[in-house]
Every structure is written in C-alpha cells, then in structure tokens.
C-alpha cells in the first residue's frame, strides 16, 4: 500500500480531489525532494536576512545589492524565458548557480576571518549569490508548476514553514559546523531541485511554448503588499528580525501552517476567494485595529503586516503555478517578474524614512497606516474581483471549483469571448466564429461546423482580429487566457 502511495505522489496528472486522500494518508509516501527548497530558504535567511555572523560583506548596504541583483536576475531570465525554458534542462546555467552560490558563501566565511579581503570580495560575492539565488527560485517554480495545485500548495507552505525550523536548528549548532552548512545548503537543494524536476513524469513537464501572458494585477497587489511591508519593517529596525521578515520568521511560520492547513484538510470544500482575501483583512487589523487597541503596539501591527504579506506571496505563487501549468505559460516568465517585486520593500523602508524626516514627531506611524490602508484596501477590491480571478483566471484549484473543471473551463471562456464581442461590437456570425478560434479549431473546422465557405471564414477571423487588434492566433490565445492545446 505505501508503495502505490509514494507512486501516486510524483504525479502531477491527478486532480486536487483523487490526490487529497493519498496524500491524508500519510506525509512519509510525499516525494520528499520536493521540499528541498527550505534548504535555500534557510541559507538565505542565515546569510543575508538575519545574518548567523557579522559578515564584514554586508556592510554598508550589502542585503539591498543581494535583492538587487537577484531581481535583475530574474527580469533577465524572464526576459529571455523563450530561449531559456526549460530551465532545469539548462546544465549550463544549473552549474553556475551552484558554483555561485557556493563561492559567494566561501567569499562570506573569508572576509569573516580576514577582514581585509572585505574590499575585494564584496561585490564578486554578493553579485555571484544573487544571480545565483535568482536561478535556484527559478528552477524550483518550474517544478512546483508541473504539480497539480493542491500538492503544490502543501509542498510550497510545507517548504515554507520548513525553511524556518532549518534556520532556528541551525543557529544552535557550533560555529564550525554552522560555517560548514552554509557552504552545503544551496548545493544540496540545487541537487533536490535537479532530483525533484527528473522524478515528474514526462507528460507533466512544460511543453516548449510561446505564451507569456502576463497577470499584471496580481503582481501589482503584491507590489503594494512589499511596499507596506517594508514600510513596517523599517520602522522596527533589526531589532526584530526574528519575528517579521519575507524569510524564516514568526510570520513566515504562521502564514505557511495557514495555508498548509487550508490545502491538506480543507481543499476539498475552501473556497479559495476567502484564501485571497484573508491577506487585505490581516493587514488592515495589523495597521489599524491592532494599535488602536494597543495590542502590543507597533510590533504586534507589524507582525500581522508580515504575515499578512508572506500568505499574499504564496497565494500569488500557487496562482502562477496554476495558470502555467493550465494555460501554457512559460514559468519562468511570470516568476521573474513575480521576483521583481522584491525591490518594492526597499522603496517601502525609503519610504518611511522620508515620512520620518518630513512629518512632526508622531505622525509618522499614522500616516503610514492611513496611506497603507487606502492602498490595500482601494487594489484588493479594484483587482481582485471574484470576475477577475474566476471568470477571466479560471482559478479552481480549491473548494467546489474543481469538480467539473472542463464545464468550468468552457464556461470561462465563453464568457470572456461574449465580453469581447460586446466590447468591440463583434457581429453575431462574427461571435460564433470566435467562440470555435477560442477552442483551437482551423478555419476548416469552423466553415463546416458553421456551413459557410472556408473563404467566409477566413474572412470573419480577419474582421475579428482588427476589431480586436490582434494580428495572430496566437496573440488570441493569449487575450482569452486560453491553452487550446489543453481544452
């Protein structure tokens, strides 16, 4: 019996509902390479968001160069996504992130020991890690997007919620075995990473693919999450590293057992609109209710802050892991960009200085949390209406959504092509042969479904396409957010 579970468990083909009770049936048949990812998140966490040493390497602002060039890299890898793709066959770049990583981690523990080489190894080093770390993120969102949604969202908060229990165990190891562990880890998950993509049967992996939708509203919201965050962060200083932060904090802990619970028990009958909503209530709580009441004032706002943000992150990720693997998008694509937004944090604590040094003493905390409100609340519900995550996304992946997923699916973009055709005042016939493009079918197909001349046809798709303004099938696969190769 565990055999057929641990079998089951590697395959990314089986719906939310037939893998649930596999996976309830024990968490020791799960594929357990696929939770390799905590080993970066707490290298990460241990060499540059709390650092375990006073590495001579990060002063002077070396944590804000690592997040710089770890989002250059991934807006260069995204940018060259149709070559790249797919990037754990890419042995090349696979080494190099490993080399990178390794030697940034040597070039840390070095000028630990020898101050001096501090002016020669800083830049080589934190350079190397971002590029390094940008690649690692990469290639494990490539693999959790071939997973069905549901195991993907149990192993990411699991993978999540492990970085932090990693990162508290080692803290309490010896120095020289801590040093040691920080030159292993990043090539021991690069290694799980690479054990992870070769045991996902071959149908699962992505298909070469030109679709690079890009899902600008979500990644906005997520945007302002990162800036109010770092708003936050900046006003509690390093004192509390421990407790908020994007890495292997309190709040990271809190927001992964979260959704680990809502996806491992709760998949079955959650309805996923409370899951991507839940984020604007905790933050708002944690700017206004919870220093209104004094609940431990502007630590305890912050921590809701955090976690609030942290479990917006990963909603964003199982999304993109859902639409990549449904509609064909490259991955790497829509996780590049998803990287990017990294660099709003820092425009976050830039931002609360300014405040600090422009407002009379005390209004800072206030303005911060009115601003941060109207920001938050005003883009959740712009945004991220239930039209725009189920009709236009199709996001199904929890709750009763996933029992028909093809009448879903059809519905979906039937009612995306009647919007169009309203909107752009789209004929009748003009409708109709738009609804079979959308299904993938060739100009043949559609003048013998509708019995009209193949000329005829081609005509329509032509008026269709200006009115549009579209030049080709596949920029209107790409309108209507459609992978007809699925359908």
Same mark, same amino acid.
């Given at each position: 019996?565990?055999?057929?579970?641990?079998?089951?468990?590697?395959?990314?083909?089986?719906?939310?509902?037939?893998?649930?009770?596999?996976?309830?049936?024990?968490?020791?048949?799960?594929?357990?390479?696929? @939770?390799?990812?905590?080993?970066?998140?707490?290298?990460?966490?241990?060499?540059?968001?709390?650092?375990?040493?006073?590495?001579?390497?990060?002063?002077?602002?070396?944590?804000?160069?690592?997040? &710089?060039?770890? =989002?250059?890299?991934?807006?260069?890898?995204?940018?060259?996504?149709?070559?790249?793709?797919?990037?754990?066959?890419?042995?090349?770049?696979?080494?190099?992130?490993? +080399?990178?990583?390794?030697?940034?981690?040597?070039?840390?523990?070095?000028?630990?020991?020898?101050? /001096?080489?501090?002016?020669?190894?800083?830049?080589?080093?934190?350079?190397?890690?971002?590029?390094?770390?940008? #690649?690692?993120?990469?290639?494990?969102?490539?693999?959790? =997007?071939?997973?069905?949604?549901?195991?993907?969202?149990?192993? @990411?908060?699991?993978?999540?919620?492990?970085?932090?229990?990693?990162?508290?165990?080692?803290?309490?190891?010896?120095?020289?075995?801590?040093?040691?562990?920080?030159?292993? #880890?990043?090539?021991?998950?690069?290694?799980?990473?690479?054990?992870?993509?070769?045991?996902?049967?071959?149908?699962?992996?992505?298909?070469?693919?030109?679709?690079?939708?890009?899902?600008?509203?979500?990644?906005?919201?997520?945007?302002?999450?990162?800036?109010?965050?770092?708003?936050?962060?900046?006003?509690?200083?390093?004192?509390?590293?421990?407790?908020?932060? =994007?890495?292997?904090?309190?709040?990271?802990?809190?927001?992964?057992?979260?959704?680990?619970?809502?996806?491992?028990?709760?998949?079955?009958?959650?309805?996923?609109? %409370?899951?991507?909503?839940?984020?604007?209530?905790?933050?708002?709580?944690?700017?206004?209710? &919870?220093?209104?009441?004094?609940?431990?004032?502007? %630590?305890?706002?912050?921590?809701? %802050?955090?976690?609030?943000?942290?479990?917006?992150?990963?909603? &964003?990720?199982?999304?993109?892991?859902?639409?990549?693997?449904?509609?064909?998008?490259?991955? !790497?694509?829509?996780?590049?960009?998803?990287?990017?937004?990294?660099?709003?944090?820092?425009?976050?604590?830039?931002?609360?200085?300014? *405040?600090?040094?422009?407002?009379?003493?005390?209004?800072?905390?206030?303005?911060?949390?009115?601003?941060?409100?109207?920001? +938050?609340?005003?883009?959740? *519900?712009?945004?991220?209406?239930?039209?725009?995550?189920?009709?236009?996304?199709?996001?199904?992946?929890?709750?009763?959504?996933?029992?028909? /997923?093809?009448?879903?699916?059809?519905?979906? !973009?039937?009612?995306?092509?009647?919007?169009?055709?309203?909107?752009?005042?789209?004929?009748?016939?003009?409708?109709?042969?738009?609804?079979?493009?959308?299904?993938?079918?060739?100009?043949?197909?559609?003048?013998?479904?509708?019995?009209?001349? /193949?000329?005829?046809?081609?005509?329509?798709?032509?008026?269709?396409?200006?009115?549009?303004?579209?030049?080709?099938?596949?920029?209107?696969?790409?309108? #209507?957010?459609?992978?007809?190769?699925?359908?």
């Amino acid at each position: 019996m565990r055999r057929r579970t641990r079998k089951a468990s590697g395959n990314g083909e089986e719906s939310g509902a037939d893998a649930l009770p596999r996976m309830r049936s024990g968490l020791a048949g799960m594929p357990l390479a696929f @939770l390799g990812f905590a080993l970066w998140r707490a290298w990460v966490s241990l060499s540059y968001a709390a650092p375990a040493f006073d590495f001579p390497l990060l002063a002077g602002g070396g944590r804000l160069l690592y997040d &710089v060039f770890l =989002s250059l890299t991934a807006l260069a890898v995204a940018f060259c996504a149709r070559r790249v793709a797919p990037l754990n066959d890419q042995r090349a770049l696979l080494v190099f992130c490993g +080399v990178s990583m390794t030697a940034s981690a040597a070039a840390n523990l070095a000028a630990l020991y020898r101050p /001096e080489l501090a002016a020669v190894l800083w830049l080589p080093a934190i350079l190397l890690a971002g590029a390094g770390s940008a #690649l690692l993120i990469l290639a494990w969102c490539e693999a959790y =997007s071939c997973l069905n949604p549901v195991r993907a969202a149990v192993y @990411l908060s699991l993978s999540m919620a492990g970085g932090v229990g990693l990162t508290f165990l080692l803290q309490g190891f010896r120095d020289a075995y801590l040093q040691g562990w920080l030159l292993a #880890l990043p090539v021991l998950s690069l290694l799980l990473a690479r054990r992870a993509w070769r045991s996902l049967p071959a149908e699962d992996r992505p298909r070469p693919s030109g679709s690079m939708l890009l899902p600008w509203k979500f990644l906005a919201l997520l945007s302002i999450y990162q800036l109010v965050a770092g708003m936050c962060a900046q006003r509690l200083g390093d004192e509390w590293l421990g407790l908020v932060g =994007s890495h292997s904090t309190l709040a990271t802990l809190i927001a992964a057992c979260a959704l680990f619970a809502c996806a491992y028990f709760f998949s079955d009958r959650f309805d996923f609109t %409370v899951l991507y909503r839940s984020p604007a209530v905790i933050m708002v709580c944690g700017l206004l209710l &919870v220093p209104l009441f004094g609940f431990g004032g502007s %630590v305890a706002g912050a921590f809701c %802050v955090s976690a609030s943000t942290m479990l917006f992150n990963m909603v &964003v990720m199982l999304f993109l892991f859902d639409i990549s693997k449904r509609l064909g998008v490259i991955a !790497i694509w829509l996780f590049g960009l998803e990287e990017a937004t990294l660099a709003f944090g820092w425009l976050g604590r830039g931002a609360a200085q300014a *405040l600090d040094g422009t407002l009379p003493a005390g209004w800072g905390d206030s303005a911060v949390a009115v601003v941060a409100v109207a920001l +938050v609340a005003a883009m959740t *519900l712009l945004l991220l209406s239930e039209r725009e995550v189920g009709t236009h996304w199709g996001i199904r992946f929890m709750g009763k959504q996933a029992a028909d /997923e093809g009448t879903s699916e059809r519905a979906r !973009i039937i009612g995306i092509c009647d919007d169009l055709a309203a909107k752009h005042g789209l004929s009748p016939r003009e409708t109709e042969v738009l609804h079979l493009l959308a299904q993938g079918k060739s100009l043949s197909a559609v003048a013998g479904e509708l019995f009209i001349a /193949e000329g005829t046809a081609k005509a329509h798709t032509r008026h269709i396409y200006e009115k549009l303004g579209i030049n080709a099938r596949q920029e209107l696969f790409d309108l #209507l957010k459609v992978n007809p190769k699925g359908l």
